[in-house]
């Protein structure tokens, strides 16, 4: 099971704080179970880092709860003492604020705080963690400038000089359509390393009630953008070029993007309903009613590249069992809807959760979830009860669905050590005063585990991929769930935990810069799965065990008589890869022997390609066995004969049942011997 909640503290707590003990060890013992975590990690003298990986994992996603073998390495502390001089007098300037700005992201996400030159302009961070940094010094009234240095382990720098440039750059903030100068904007300016894309310079400034915000920016290439509170924002930034010398005067036209929802809501008797739950259709914001039954979201801070003429709103009032669908309408587009809405009685949605044997599971979460045009396969939760003692849960105030929104509501259930289960058509009848009963939610058991390899198109192991699980989805109305995501070891191997057994989609992605993919399907429980980037692949129950299914229908041709107490190896393999040419290219040097040994081979061309080409091929390099082709749809095919991998090697007995597959060629004299 997969929760997608995270806990970012406000402040430091003792929660998310511990020391390590004499022997460099240390324990968190309050996380909720099934929660995964980063660390921050501080000593004296050494350099401090951020666990956090830079391809794959979000920020906490790395260390599962239960890890009892991390392993941190610190690396001894570099030293940077400078000063912050004015490029024109050479003297110190005082009251100058220094970031050391590290390049990696890991790090970008865990700076040291800044720091303020000393009278005499003089600035010292220590414990900084190898990587490449931007000094960053900026003055509101002397200027800016940066300085960028490479620290290696232990590495002291001193004597570091950052010369001040006073290159001011003026940017004036108007409304759009004569509205004139707009005061109290955030201005920000921000230049980006370009090989990593991370900030290596930031400033922020507020416009002024003319509009006016002046900063002073070092040379080179800049990023602007604009945003005020409850008014707009710029989506795009604005890049403009910084040159010694030259005052830069730019102007911004920023437009009103922000949607602001309000209104009242009203029972059928036009009564007012306080704390009622409102939402915006969407992605859009939530709130509740006050006292007086208004709702405002002027203080939610949401924002559309286009306002809309109307929005649709959802409002629950939960005592009353009321609640409403309703179009609130805003024709001028000033991303100003509003209007009444008036609550009509509503669903109650109720049901049991159990497990597999039928037994009730108290304590499980029910979620109410929707999906729109808007959110399209991501549906939105609009609230959340957890099953009682007897494990039963009730939904109320559900609104009934307007008339082009059938079957966007869905029920997922979810429980400690299960996986989720979603309905996805909900028995609605007319009768907004009798309950809607489901039928039991059966949660299946998350007690299994997938492992395998990810493999590059020349057979070899790539460490570092991401692997992301998705289970099956609900319908084309919703996307596929993620079920838990993991990257690649050293030797390329991946594990997940906690799945249920039900077809899973595997998706590896490399993490070189041309982003190499791969997929496969497979089952949880499945192990030793093989993920090559560049293909998808059905992974399906292996043919051991089973007859060899029929020849002919790749297009081989081989007489009874021919086959009769005879061992068969059949490859599958792709011309247009080099590890199944070299596969081919040695069953032939090993042909004849073979042949001595009692074993028919057989070749199957498992990617469409040029008929005449593949016999030229073949003609050429002397292959004296027999070739086919998949005909029709590869990927059913490669699947009824259970291929997860080219070249893919399958060994019958003289009774033609399969005994051997997925095996390496280096292998088979090993597996002819078992054979016998």
Not at 240 to 267: F, M, W, Y
Not at 571 to 584: G, H, K
């Amino acid at each position: 099971m997969l929760y997608q909640t995270s806990i970012a503290p406000l402040a430091p707590e003792s929660w998310f704080i511990t020391e390590t003990n004499a022997r460099g060890q240390f324990t968190f013992d309050n996380v909720p179970g099934g929660s995964t975590a980063d660390f921050g990690v501080d000593a004296p003298g050494m350099a401090s880092i951020l666990t956090f990986c830079d391809f794959g994992l979000g920020e906490g996603e790395q260390f599962a709860v239960g890890c009892t073998d991390i392993h941190i390495v610190l690396p001894p502390g570099a030293h940077i003492k400078g000063q912050v001089i004015d490029e024109i007098t050479g003297r110190g300037v005082t009251d100058v604020e220094v970031l050391a700005v590290p390049h990696s992201y890991a790090g970008w996400c865990f700076r040291k705080d800044p720091i303020q030159t000393d009278p005499n302009g003089h600035f010292e961070f220590t414990g900084l963690a190898p990587d490449k940094y931007t000094l960053q010094a900026v003055s509101c009234k002397d200027g800016a400038g940066t300085l960028t240095v490479t620290i290696e382990p232990e590495l002291r720098i001193y004597n570091v000089k950052i010369p001040l440039r006073a290159i001011p750059l003026e940017v004036t903030v108007h409304g759009l359509e004569n509205e004139g100068p707009i005061g109290n904007a955030e201005v920000r300016v921000e230049q980006k390393d370009p090989a990593s894309g991370y900030p290596v310079f930031k400033q922020e400034m507020v416009t002024d009630v003319n509009g006016l915000a002046r900063l002073f920016v070092p040379p080179g290439e800049c990023e602007i953008t604009v945003f005020k509170g409850g008014y707009g924002a710029i989506f795009e930034p604005q890049g403009v070029q910084i040159d010694l010398g030259k005052v830069l005067r730019h102007e911004i036209s920023l437009p009103r993007t922000a949607c602001i929802v309000s209104g009242e809501v009203l029972d059928g008797q036009g009564r007012t309903l306080s704390n009622a739950q409102v939402m915006q259709m969407g992605f859009g914001p939530r709130t509740l009613t006050d006292t007086n039954g208004w709702f405002d979201t002027s203080h939610m801070g949401f924002y559309m590249s286009r306002l809309p003429s109307k929005v649709r709103v959802l409002a629950r009032h939960i005592s009353s069992g009321l609640g409403a669908i309703e179009m609130l309408e805003d024709p001028n587009k000033s991303g100003r809807p509003h209007g009444q809405i008036t609550l009509k009685p509503a669903y109650v949605l109720t049901g049991a959760v159990t497990d597999p044997a039928g037994r009730s599971m108290p304590a499980a979460y029910v979620k109410l979830l929707l999906t729109t045009s808007v959110t399209g396969s991501y549906p939105i939760l609009v609230t959340e009860v957890a099953t009682d003692a007897n494990g039963v849960y009730c939904v109320r105030s559900v609104p009934p669905q307007p008339d082009n929104l059938k079957d966007a509501y869905a029920i997922a259930a979810c429980a400690e050590g299960f996986g989720i289960t979603t309905v996805g058509k909900i028995p609605f009848h007319d009768d907004v005063t009798t309950p809607v009963r489901l039928d039991p939610i059966v949660l299946q058991p998350a007690d299994q585990a997938i492992s395998g390899v990810v493999l590059d198109s020349n057979d070899q192991l790539v460490a570092g991929a991401l692997v992301e699980v998705y289970g099956p989805r609900l319908s084309s109305r919703y996307g596929p769930p993620l079920r838990g995501k993991t990257l690649t070891d050293a030797q390329g191997r991946f594990r997940v935990v906690d799945l249920c057994e039900e077809p899973l989609e595997i998706n590896a992605r490399s993490p070189s810069k041309q982003q190499q993919t791969g997929t496969i399907w497979a089952h949880g429980g499945n192990e030793n799965v093989r993920v090559f980037m560049g293909q998808k692949l059905q992974f399906t129950p292996s043919l051991i065990g089973k007859p060899l299914p029929e020849l002919k229908d790749l297009k081989i041709e081989l007489l009874p008589a021919d086959l009769n107490n005879k061992i068969i190896l059949v490859c599958f393999w792709d011309m247009n890869q080099r590890p199944s040419r070299n596969c081919i290219l040695e069953l032939a040097e090993r042909a004849k022997e073979l042949k001595n040994k009692g074993v028919i081979v057989a070749a199957v061309q498992a990617s469409k390609v040029d008929e005449k080409v593949l016999a030229e091929w073949m003609n050429g390099h002397n292959i004296s066995f027999p070739v086919g082709m998949i005909p029709g749809e590869v990927e059913k095919t490669k699947s009824a004969w259970n291929v997860r991998s080219l070249p893919w090697l399958i060994l019958t007995d003289r009774e033609h049942i399969v005994r051997a597959e997925g095996f390496a060629l280096a292998e088979l004299d090993e597996k002819l011997k078992a054979n016998k």
